[in-house]
Each structure stands twice: as C-alpha cells, then as structure tokens.
C-alpha cells in the first residue's frame, strides 16, 4: 500500500490513503529517523567556525538600548492613568438622564398642575385648602384620634358574639353602649354636620377633585361645628384601615379624653371658623424666574433713565 524511493540521502514513503501523507527518512549512520514535517531538520550541533589561530571568532558588541534616551518625559499636569480591565470599568459612570425620560401620564398631570396653581390666580375657598393645622397640634389631634379607630371586621364580630352570650345566659340583661368610634365617609360626616352631632371634623387637604370637600367648611361654620384642614388624606385612612380618607368626624369621647378635646375644639374655632382672613386670602399670581427676571431688569432700566434725567 506505499512505495519508496530515494533520493540523494532521503527515502521518500508514499502512503496511499484518501488523504495523502509525506513522511521523511533521513539516513544517517545506518539509521533511519521519522520526522513529520515537510523539511527535514536542520543539524543544531554544527561544528563551530574558527579563525586561523585555532580561536572562536570575538563576539560583536552588544547594541546599546536606545528606546530609553527616546522616552518621552511626562509632563507635571498631566498625570497618566493605567487602563483597568476589570468588569466595571467596561461599565461606565452614572448619568443624569432626568430629562431624556418619558414620564407617566399622571406625573405630568401633577406637575402641570402644581405649575397652574403657582401660576394661576387661586380664588379663597380654594385656597383655605393650602392654609393646615401646625405640627404640634397636629400631633396632639391624631393622638387622639388614633384611640377612637373604627373596629376591624375581626374585632367587630367578637364584640357582637360577647353580646349574643349575655344574651342568651341572661335575657334580660341590658345592651351595652356602642364604643365611641370615628366616623368616615363623606355623607355621613355631611349628616352628622346638619344634625350637629359631630363634635371634631378633620378634612384632608389635598383631596382630588377639590369640588368633593369645598363647600364642607363653609357647613360647618354655619352649624358652628369646629373644623381642621390637616396633611394629608392618606394619614386619615390610615386611620380608618383604609388607604384615603376625605374627611372624619368625632361624634363623642371617653371620659377622660374630654378636656382634650374641648381645648382642640377652642383652637380650632380660632384658627379655621373665625378667622375671617383666611376666607378673604386669594392664592397663586406667582410669576417664573424668567418672568421675574425681565421685570427686573425693566425696573433696573427705568432706574438708570431717571437717575440721568434728574443729573440733567
């Protein structure tokens, strides 16, 4: 299946398979080596050239390294900096991408109109809505507040299981009295109003749309029941197991809640129903900083024209 044949000091073997191999026999003292390569190896141990005396030749003087007299020499200001490799180099740094961003419907909507009521000349009665309690008292109204939450159904149904086994040990047994709970719900804070029942009414200020609470100050000053606009519709259903809240009312307190609550219905009827110049106060009518500047500069302009008039 091969032929040899030979050539000078080579044998040549011709393997015949599909894919055809050379492979080269060098003979040398009677021996055969194998190599696969196409060029037979050079003999690495030649006999070194001598010079007449019988001597190796000298060695050439080394080249002197002048890629250090080329170096460039770095300058003061300018300090170099190695590149890093690592993962979060290839990342980057953050950028404020802020206005390249498509914002949802409803946040153009509130900053729109945050802008309209800076802008825009805010009539009293919707105004008062921007004028709240202060913190402290703030704080002082919803520690109140919080002891009168409204039962969770849980709670409600144990109260009413307690009652039904009275009841059934002992018939005649008398109903205990309804525990004093706020109440919630727009119309029913409107009914307890207008019957005058409702001690305390608490109204959230940023209630939307407005039109649901804007007439219920106006109510109660003329029932003469003490009001408060308070921050912020989401702290009164957190009061109430509920995620909003319009407004609540305090129909009745405990004994010892009493005196509190006559010292907030007194600051109330100072701070919201009689103070006429809430009611009088109109809102908005701010212009933008570029308006107020060019106002400025008109102003400045005037200034200067006067001032060389009367030097004149």
Excluded at 220 to 231: F, L, N, S
Aim: a positive charge.
């Amino acid at each position: 299946m091969f032929e040899i044949f030979q050539n000078n000091n080579l044998i040549f073997v011709d393997i015949k398979k599909k894919k055809k191999k050379f492979f080269f026999f060098q003979q040398k003292e009677k021996s055969v080596s194998l190599h696969q390569s196409k060029m037979p190896k050079k003999d690495t141990q030649a006999p070194k050239k001598t010079t007449e005396q019988g001597k190796a030749p000298a060695k050439a003087p080394a080249k002197k390294d002048t890629s250090k007299d080329n170096k460039v020499a770095e300058h003061p200001l300018f300090e170099k900096r190695e590149r890093s490799w690592s993962a979060a180099s290839t990342i980057g740094k953050k950028m404020n991408l802020t206005r390249m961003v498509r914002w949802p419907k409803y946040v153009k909507l509130q900053r729109q109109r945050k802008i309209l009521m800076t802008r825009l000349k805010i009539p009293p009665a919707i105004h008062q809505f921007t004028r709240t309690l202060d913190k402290a008292t703030a704080v002082q109204l919803f520690k109140l507040l919080s002891k009168y939450r409204p039962e969770t159904p849980q709670e409600k149904s144990l109260r009413l299981k307690k009652i039904a086994d009275a009841k059934t040990k002992d018939p005649k047994a008398p109903e205990p009295k309804k525990p004093n709970l706020l109440k919630y719900g727009i119309n029913n804070v409107t009914t307890l109003i207008e019957k005058k029942k409702a001690k305390l009414v608490i109204i959230a200020h940023d209630v939307d749309p407005i039109e649901i609470v804007v007439w219920l100050p106006a109510l109660c000053r003329k029932m003469d029941v003490p009001y408060a606009i308070v921050k912020s519709k989401s702290r009164l259903g957190a009061l109430i197991h509920q995620k909003t809240a319009t407004a609540v009312a305090l129909t009745d307190v405990n004994k010892e809640d009493v005196n509190e609550l006559t010292n907030l219905a007194n600051t109330f009827q100072e701070s919201f129903n009689k103070n006429v110049d809430l009611r009088k106060q109109w809102g908005g009518g701010i212009l933008s900083n570029r308006s107020m500047q060019s106002i400025r500069k008109k102003e400045a302009a005037v200034a200067r024209e006067s001032a060389a008039k009367s030097k004149a």
